[in-house]
């Protein structure tokens, strides 16, 4: 009632009394009128939409005042010490890695800037999930960060709150925060009847409600204390949230949100009846907390089976079984539905239901900065963790989701104080670990690895949406953030039941994404299923372990290790029980991923290295590690399998797995803990045994026979070398890499950089991420005392960026020092780290390169052999490998098949041979292990070799073996000849080798078998452990385990006689290797120097071997002596084997091949360099003076083109005309000039701005239209050039060919699908020749090249005489060529160039399409093209010459062929100018007839267009008498306009003086020569009638200080004159060939002047030359100055400012400049990134900035197209006719928009390391490179945008 009578009032009044009513020491009754006001105003049943209920609260909070007042105050009692800006995804931020303590520390820019981080290793990035500002939070960052506002505690100054302010907000918020949740209650529809859009909905009705409290969580601390209290406090919500019991909509909501909750536990409500049934199985396998893996589905009640959770409980059972949690974890508040104590709870529940809508987070976060709603907030979302993660499981957007989920934890779990808290209070490790293995249950499926049918294991299907779009990762990212911090990672270590749970976590991924290998059919569908099963086990697993690792560092945490070793071990032998694992791992099968390994090797590693604990202790029995080899064992020898190319049939997905396997962020994870684990396996198992089986693993037992041949029954041939190779370099990898036994840190991180320098030379950026970062990858801070950067400036040098000469631009590299390469190369090392075999090529290349430079090596070098650091004393037993007798048997047998040329042995084969005896040879075995157990010795192959040492080993002779080989093996003796078919057939046989092995030993050979040896080692191990495994051991021999197809040749057994000793082939080998018999005399020990031997080949290696192994006992010492001393030259061993013969002939034929090969090679480079010399231009004579068109010798014949196309030589002629390829572009490079020489900054503040206005461009655009206002518009389109801007420039690259030609060749273009960054239907192409990017062909006119002689004589006419002839040479009407192929083609170049350039840069009449207007742009292309040259060449003519443009120029065809079109055109000679400039006219009356306006007087007239017009419009050719003329007859104009221009800036004074000065010269003889003479004249006849100096003279007086004195008068005038003469000039030397000379730029008037005939070349000190000097009249002088001067005044319709503007035009220009750019490319980001579009007044995803004018534009955007043309593209067409220059704000590169096409530049910005930093990925602080951007503006100006950048693409108006 009395709410109703309220709420018609004023709001303002209402609240103002409210206010005070409730301030009354009684409030009861404004209590109550508030409530029945709130009961109306805030009525849910109302629709969201109505925004009365926003301003009803506003004005009640502000209590009447304005609600912005209110704002202010609240605000001025803000007492946050915390910065805690919240922001979204894509917002810049910064990273301080020295000021950090949590990795996931952030700063706003605005806290970034205001702190110090100079010197600091900070970035910035682009937020991918939205973050907070932790600026001021100590528990995150060191306090020395702190910006300078939140560095001062601003909480202790700052005045208690008044208790009124706040009133008002206590009472309404709670209201509003409940109609808020109704709203949410009321809209929420459960996902699987809904779709997201309903939710959308709710959410953007409620959108001004959320933003209201976003809002208020921006007042301060003050407002945020009020909030916390009102959204903790659990009375409040007791009496709100369920409504009064009479309210009716009240109490559906509450039902509503009831039902809601109801299956918010990981279990749904009606599972948990049928779980009652099950717990009785799971306590009693369970135990605590335990994961169980049950074999079954759970039984439960009948209509288990139709509910939603088993959907696929209908599938058969083999495929997949359902795992269920045991009931019974420590808290079962995990699984149960949710209850909810406060606002705050519920609002969090409904976020999550909403799939977490952006302002709800931001909301929430925003509150953090106050302490008590953090802890109380960190708690709910803990309790609230499981119903997050099934939330997301089930979402459609899980991506976003993740991202916002992320954004919340990341700021809750980053602070240790924090986290710690929870985890003793919430469990939160129990709710994590549980909610992990939750979320992997739904999607288990039977493992196939092993046993297929009875295999009980069940792992993860790397298939399914959670795993393949990593839905998991907040869920582990959250875990691993937790595990970061020491007192949290402790407590997990410490509770055993969870360390259970989460090693039944980890197995769940052990064994994932098995591959079997196909060996018939090739797959049809690759699976890409890997990168999923990767990236799970290094987020899932890995890091979790590494972040455990970090903590498990020093002796006192030596029980952890224990604990997880133990635990590991037990996982491990469940999992080998329930796949089934005996001994022998089933063929052709490989699986990638052995977490649980792999954290059994590095809790391993810790221990010994960190923690001091002995390794035994923490082994398992024999026949444990025996098992755990197996797995990594199959890996390494699958990865060689792949690499030969056995595995093909499983597509290319195969081959990325073995790469991913060893990719730097996966190797410290995957293949280093499995190397690692082999060698500790290998340490502690019988050698023997150990390698047997690495040579089973590689398949190649049945090579390492004796015998020529064999049979292998399980490779084909050609997968017998690779898979050798790769077996020994196993060996020698797993012999010598010291990673985890025994390196520190430091030397790690120092082989792990050399290895990758030695590859490539590498970016900065580059090494950082191919350096493995040891422990956690996202850290960015590399461990360990020393640190990166230190690293790298001891073993790298830097090799600052450089061009090179085709443009393309280097980064800075880091290059190896020599010393590296001499000391640290480890081909092994390199061998381990490479993701592409041609890496190791690449580094093996580099380092020959250095021998062969360094002058230490010149032939083919072998990989270095690499001294080792030493063995931790843990890992002695290694070294047991190179001494153990199997070792030294497969060692003698691969040397002496190399020795007699057996096949499939390589070089590499011998080089790791070597490399085994040589590490044998430095790594002894202490000797009294000499008879350890005699037992063994007897039944082992003692006859072989004595003992184990390699020492005594190597000079052990062999005398006989006896080997099978099959029948038709040449060993097997024959009586009877061979017949060549059996031969033929042994032959044949080869390819298929088939089954073979040694068999029993015979008295007189030695004969041995590998397998069997495996099993006798393994029989004994298991006997001695006395298990009852041993029954288990598979009876079935080796043999029979393949069944060999075809039928295989019998084995017979031989017994060959070998007689030798290892050390003997060895020199045997030395001798072949040299080829030199008796290559080692007796005496050469003696005289060895051991440091000779670190690098070279085959051969040094050898010599180093015996010379080491010399020096260790003198027994080898003389049994080499001998053998040197007995150098028999050896007998070729069984020459008349056909296989000898066979090499014998291959050595020859590959001789004679190489002999072929170099002759034609030799053949081709001669005819390369002839091509060369005729086709391009560069040294040969000849071509040149066809090229250059202006050359200087006279040619009398015609000029002879060669067609780069039909290679046929000839003149160009009217029927089959030759052209020039050229590229038409139009350009705006003249019009972006300015007075100044330097360039103009760029803005980057709101104060600062570009003007255009005083751009030639626009100066001669505001020129023309002034004149077009007053005179008459044929004359105005005569006096002036357009063309600066979008005027057309041509270039050539000066190849001809025909035009005929040049038409086939399109069509083939047109025809040719391949993709061209050209358009052939814009006649674009590339010259067929240079590959120079063109676009039309330009006509060469037949005749000669340069004028003759005759019209080069100099003349002895009178000047009258030449001005006569000139004058009668204009009257004749051009000659119309006939219509001929030549004339036709002309106007097609002219129809191109007038298609060049758009069509408003070409009408500049008042009536478009005039002739005058044609003929404008015509003089203006030759104008435009001089000009330009003008400007490459540095603005003047001062360095003479020839200059490359002018090698390439094509101004003398274009000049023909615009000259040709021009003479369309006669001039009425009425209005000849020429008339003008040499004639003073009889009468003054005949103007009267001029009916509309004047024509523009000669003083306005723009000279240089006068000079090109009369030269273009008279017959051509033009002698050279009559171009002097024209030029004299201009230069005299030229000089008055600069004496009126000059005049104009006198004070009036000034020129009152020297009008009289020069009126007393004017009579002098030469008068007509003098300066002063004339410049009086001109003052004084410009003062009569309607004086043009008369404009506000007060103001320029004022504005001239200097006096002019006679000299500054001369310069100036000559400066004036300057820009003629240089255009004057060049053309000559266009026309004619004239040499133009250098000078001084002191001289450049006077050589000029010279040059052109306007003086005497008489030999003045040419300092001393006057401009008047100059000055030839044809009549007197001052008559037609008088004349001139009285155009000027005599007009009448125009003002005398204006005439003054336009008789003061100042010819002079700078050179064109792009924009000054600041150093630090933050300033342009900081400025730009957040400025806002002009258009759409938003900020723009792509902005950009056009280089050129300092545009601000939208690449890409939406708001700013006009007609389907994107705002980049347009602003090119405005700003450079179709060309522009943009860089891209967010990408710091540049991009070129040219015409239709566009390309990538690069980026003229780069970091400290002088890399690029494209798209800011990495945010290192950014410098401006000048060379770069001088290049960059090099290109611009020259125009060779098109032809140095390559990669050009169609832009489709899209930029």
Not at 1696 to 1705: G, I, N, Y
Request: net charge negative; aromatic share 8%; hydrophobic share 35%.
């Amino acid at each position: 009632m009395m709410a109703a009578s309220l709420q018609r009032r004023d709001k303002k009044a209402t609240a103002a009394r409210l206010k005070a009513d409730l301030n009354r020491t009684d409030s009861s009754s404004g209590v109550r009128q508030l409530q029945e006001l709130l009961d109306t105003v805030l009525n849910p049943e109302k629709p969201a939409t109505d925004t009365e209920a926003l301003d009803w609260c506003k004005c009640l909070l502000a209590g009447g005042e304005g609600f912005e007042e209110f704002c202010k105050t609240v605000r001025s009692y803000d007492n946050a010490t915390l910065c805690g800006l919240v922001w979204t995804a894509n917002f810049v931020a910064y990273r301080c890695r020295t000021c950090g303590i949590s990795p996931c520390m952030s700063l706003c820019a605005e806290c970034f800037n205001n702190g110090d981080h100079t010197g600091h290793d900070f970035n910035m990035f682009r937020s991918q999930a939205g973050g907070a500002c932790d600026c001021g939070d100590s528990n995150v960052m060191r306090e020395s960060g702190f910006c300078r506002r939140h560095r001062l505690r601003t909480g202790e100054n700052i005045p208690s709150i008044p208790r009124d302010l706040l009133l008002m907000s206590e009472m309404v918020l709670p209201r509003f925060i409940l109609c808020i949740i109704q709203y949410l209650r009321d809209g929420y529809i459960e996902p699987d009847t809904s779709n997201d859009r309903d939710l959308q909905k709710v959410l953007q009705q409620l959108e001004p409600q959320i933003s209201f409290m976003e809002e208020l969580t921006k007042m301060g601390g003050a407002m945020r204390t009020v909030l916390t209290k009102i959204l903790t406090n659990q009375q409040t919500f007791k009496e709100l949230s369920m409504g009064q019991e009479e309210n009716l909509y009240a109490q559906k909501n509450y039902d509503k949100y009831l039902s809601a909750l109801k299956n918010s536990g990981l279990v749904s409500v009606e599972e948990k009846a049928q779980r009652a049934t099950a717990d009785v199985t799971v306590g009693a396998e369970g135990g605590a907390g335990a994961m169980v893996l049950l074999g079954t589905t759970v039984p439960g009640s009948p209509d288990e089976s139709n509910k939603e959770e088993d959907q696929d409980a209908g599938q058969s059972v083999g495929q997949r079984k359902r795992v269920k949690l045991s009931s019974n974890t420590k808290d079962p508040s995990i699984i149960e539905s949710l209850k909810h104590k406060c606002f705050l709870e519920e609002l969090l529940f409904w976020t999550i239901k909403y799939e977490f809508p952006q302002k709800m987070v931001t909301f929430l976060l925003n509150m953090l900065p106050d302490q008590d709603y953090k802890i109380t907030f960190t708690k709910t979302f803990v309790q609230h963790y499981a119903f997050i993660m099934k939330t997301l499981m089930k979402s459609h957007e899980s991506d976003t989701m993740s991202n916002r989920i992320v954004h919340i934890s990341v700021q809750l779990f980053s602070n240790e104080e924090l986290a710690r808290h929870v985890t003793e209070e919430c469990q939160l490790l129990d709710i994590m670990v549980t909610v992990l293995l939750y979320m992997m249950e739904s999607c288990l499926i039977k493992s196939e690895l092993q046993d297929e049918e009875n295999n009980r294991h069940v792992v993860v299907n790397c298939s399914e949406a959670l795993l393949k779009n990593n839905t998991y990762w907040p869920l582990v990212s959250d875990f691993i953030n937790i595990l970061s911090h020491q007192s949290v990672a402790k407590k997990f270590l410490e509770d055993h039941s969870l360390l259970m749970l989460w090693m039944s976590f980890v197995s769940f991924f052990q064994g994932m994404n098995l591959n079997k290998r196909e060996l018939n059919e090739h797959v049809e569908f690759e699976s890409q299923t890997y990168y999923a099963a990767f990236a799970a086990e290094l987020e899932a697993c890995a890091q979790p372990m590494w972040g455990l690792l970090t903590h498990c560092k020093v002796k006192e945490t030596q029980e952890y290790t224990k604990t997880v070793v133990r635990y590991c071990l037990e996982t491990l032998q469940i999992w080998f029980d329930a796949i089934g694992f005996i001994d022998e791992p089933t063929p052709n099968q490989v699986t990638f991923h052995l977490p649980l390994h792999r954290y059994y090797a590095m809790f391993l590693s810790k221990a010994v290295k960190c923690q001091g604990l002995d390794l035994d202790s923490l082994l398992p029995d024999q026949e444990m590690l025996m098992k755990i080899m197996v797995h990594p064992l199959q890996i390494q020898a699958c990865l060689s399998e792949i690499h030969s190319n056995m595995w093909v049939r499983n597509g290319l997905q195969i081959k990325g797995q073995a790469m991913t396997y060893v990719q730097s962020h996966f190797c410290n994870s995957m293949i280093d803990p499995d190397v690692y684990l082999l060698q500790v396996c290998a340490s502690r198992l019988d050698p023997d045994y150990f390698i047997s089986s690495v040579f089973e693993r590689f398949k190649v037992v049945d090579l390492l026979t004796m015998a020529s041949q064999h049979q292998n029954a399980v490779l084909d041939s050609e997968q017998e070398r690779p898979m050798l190779e790769g077996a020994l370099t196993f060996l020698v990898i797993l012999s010598s890499l010291r990673i985890h036994l025994g390196m520190t840190d430091d030397e790690i991180l120092r082989a792990e950089m050399v290895s990758q320098l030695c590859m490539n030379d590498r970016t900065h950026s580059a090494l950082l991420d191919l350096i493995p970062e040891n422990p956690n990858p996202k850290s960015g801070i590399v461990p360990g005392s020393c640190s990166f950067e230190e690293m790298l400036s001891a073993v790298a040098d830097f090799k600052a960026p450089v061009f090179e000469p085709g443009g393309s631009m280097q980064q800075g590299m880091y290059t190896p020092k020599v010393e590296v390469w001499e000391k640290e190369f480890d081909p092994i090392m390199v061998v381990l780290r490479t993701v592409y075999r041609r890496d190791v090529q690449s580094a093996m290349d580099r380092y020959s390169a250095f021998l062969k430079q360094s002058g230490i090596h010149t032939g083919n070098p072998w990989p270095p052999y690499k001294e080792r650091t030493r063995l931790h004393p843990c890992y002695k037993g290694l070294i047991k490998l190179l001494h153990c007798k199997t070792l030294h048997i497969v060692i003698f047998t691969l040397l002496y098949k190399i020795w007699m040329d057996h096949q499939n042995m390589s070089e590499h084969v011998l080089c790791m041979v070597l490399y085994l005896i040589e590490l044998g040879l430095d790594n002894q075995v202490q000797e009294n292990l000499e008879d350890e157990e005699p037992c063994i010795e007897e039944h082992c192959h003692d006859s072989w070799f004595p003992g184990t040492n390699l020492l005594s080993n190597l000079h052990h002779v062999i005398n006989f073996v006896r080997v099978r080989v099959p029948e038709t093996a040449p060993e097997v003796k024959r009586e009877a000849p061979p017949s060549t078919s059996t031969e033929a057939s042994s032959y044949g046989q080869n390819s298929r080798r088939l089954t073979g092995n040694w068999r029993e030993n015979l008295r007189e050979a030695q004969v041995f078998s590998l397998v069997a040896e495996r099993r006798r080692k393994f029989q004994e191990i298991i006997n001695r452990s006395n298990t009852e495994a041993a029954q288990a051991v598979r009876p079935k021999s080796s043999s029979t385990r393949w069944v060999p197809p075809g039928t295989p040749p019998q084995l017979v057994t031989e017994i060959l006689e070998i007689r030798e000793s290892m050390l003997s082939i060895l020199i045997k080998l030395h001798q072949k290797l040299s080829s030199k018999q008796n290559s080692l005399s007796a005496s050469w020990l003696e005289n060895m120097d051991t440091n000779l031997h670190a690098h070279g080949d085959g051969i040094t290696a050898i010599e180093r071997i015996l010379t080491k192994a010399a020096m260790r006992s003198n027994q080898i010492k003389r049994s080499i002596q001998d053998i040197c001393g007995k150098v028999c030259p050896p007998v070729p061993p069984k020459k008349n084997n056909p296989s000898d013969k066979k090499t014998m002939d291959k050595e020859e034929r590959r001789q004679r091949a190489r002999e072929r090969q170099q002759k034609l090679l030799a053949e081709f480079a001669s005819r390369q360099k002839s091509f060369m010399e005729t086709a391009m231009d560069v040294e040969s004579p000849e071509a040149d003076a066809a090229m250059d068109l202006g050359a200087s010798e006279i040619m009398e014949s015609e000029v002879l083109y060669d067609c780069v196309i039909c290679g046929q030589s000839g003149p160009s002629t009217e029927d089959r005309p030759t052209g020039l390829v050229v590229l038409l572009q139009a350009s705006s490079v003249l019009g972006h000039r300015c007075k100044s020489k330097e360039a103009k900054d760029l803005p980057t503040s709101d104060e600062e701005h570009i003007y255009a206005a005083d751009t030639c461009g626009v100066a001669h655009d505001v020129r023309l239209s002034l004149m077009q206002r007053f005179f008459k518009d044929s004359s105005c389109l005569q006096s002036v050039s357009i063309g600066w801007d979008g005027g057309v420039y041509v270039q050539t690259c000066g190849h001809t060919l025909h035009i005929d030609c040049h038409k086939s060749y399109m069509e083939s273009l047109r025809n040719d699908q391949v993709l061209q960054g050209f358009s052939v239907d814009k006649g674009e192409f590339t010259c067929p020749l240079c590959r120079q990017f063109a676009n039309s062909v330009l006509p060469c006119r037949p005749g000669r090249g340069t004028e003759a002689g005759a019209w080069h004589a100099p003349t002895n006419k009178k000047l009258c005489v030449l001005v006569k002839e000139v004058e009668d040479l204009q009257e004749k009407v051009g000659l119309f060529a006939t219509e001929s192929n030549l004339s036709k083609e002309m106007e097609f170049v002219i129809k191109d160039i007038k298609n060049t350039t758009q069509k408003k840069y070409m009408d500049y009449g008042k009536n478009p399409g005039s002739p005058d207007n044609d003929f404008l742009f015509m003089y203006s292309v030759a104008r435009t093209n001089l000009e330009l040259e003008l400007v490459h060449r540095g603005g003047n003519l001062c360095s003479g010459g020839a200059s490359a443009a002018a090698k390439r120029s094509c101004l003398n065809q274009l000049f023909h062929v615009l000259a040709m079109h021009m003479r369309l055109y006669s001039i009425d000679s009425a209005y000849n100018p020429w008339t003008k400039l040499t004639q003073v006219p009889q009468s003054r009356e005949a103007d009267g007839f001029d009916e509309e306006r004047p024509e523009v007087p000669m003083l306005f007239r723009d000279v240089p267009s006068l000079l090109i017009i009369f030269v273009l419009t008279m017959p051509q050719p033009l002698r050279k008498e009559h171009f002097t003329c024209v030029v004299k007859m201009l230069y005299n104009l030229q000089f008055v306009q600069a004496l009126a221009a000059l005049s104009s800036k006198f004070s009036p004074e000034e020129r009152q003086a020297w009008s009289t000065t020069g009126a007393l010269v004017k009579n002098a003889a030469n008068a007509e020569k003098s300066s002063e003479a004339l410049l009086s004249c001109v003052i004084s006849e410009l003062s009569k009638d309607k004086s043009v100096y008369n404009v506000n003279s007060e103001e320029t007086s004022m504005l001239i200080s200097s006096v002019w004195s006679p000299q500054s008068i001369e310069f100036s005038l000559q400066q004036f004159c300057l820009p003629f003469l240089r255009l004057a000039c060049l053309l000559q030397h266009h026309l004619y060939g004239d040499n133009l000379t250098g000078c001084l730029e002191e001289e450049e008037f006077s050589s000029m002047a010279m040059c052109l005939g306007l003086l005497p070349s008489a030999p003045q000190p040419s300092s001393s030359v006057q401009s008047a000097s100059c000055l030839q009249w044809a009549v007197s002088g001052f008559d037609l100055v008088t004349q001139w001067c009285t155009e000027v005044t005599g007009l009448s319709q125009i003002q005398a400012e204006q005439s003054l503007t336009l008789l003061v035009q100042d010819p002079q220009w700078a050179s064109p400049r792009l924009l000054q750019l600041p150093d630090n490319y933050n300033i342009i980001f900081q400025y730009y990134h957040r400025k806002a579009c002009t258009a759409c007044k938003k900020v723009p995803k792509d902005p950009a900035l056009c280089l050129v004018c300092g545009a601000f534009v939208c690449l890409k955007g939406v708001c700013c197209k006009q007609q389907g043309t994107c705002e980049c593209v347009l602003h090119s067409q405005h700003c450079g006719a179709a060309t522009g220059i943009f860089l891209l704000i967010n990408a710091s590169v540049i991009i070129i928009i040219r015409g239709h096409r566009f390309c990538l530049w690069g980026s003229v910005y780069l970091d400290a390391h002088g890399e690029e930093d494209r798209d800011l990925r990495r945010g290192k602080p950014l410098f401006l490179c000048e060379e770069r951007y001088r290049v960059l503006e090099q290109q611009w100006v020259s125009h060779t945008f098109d032809h140095i950048n390559k990669r050009w693409g169609p832009h489709y108006n899209g930029l």
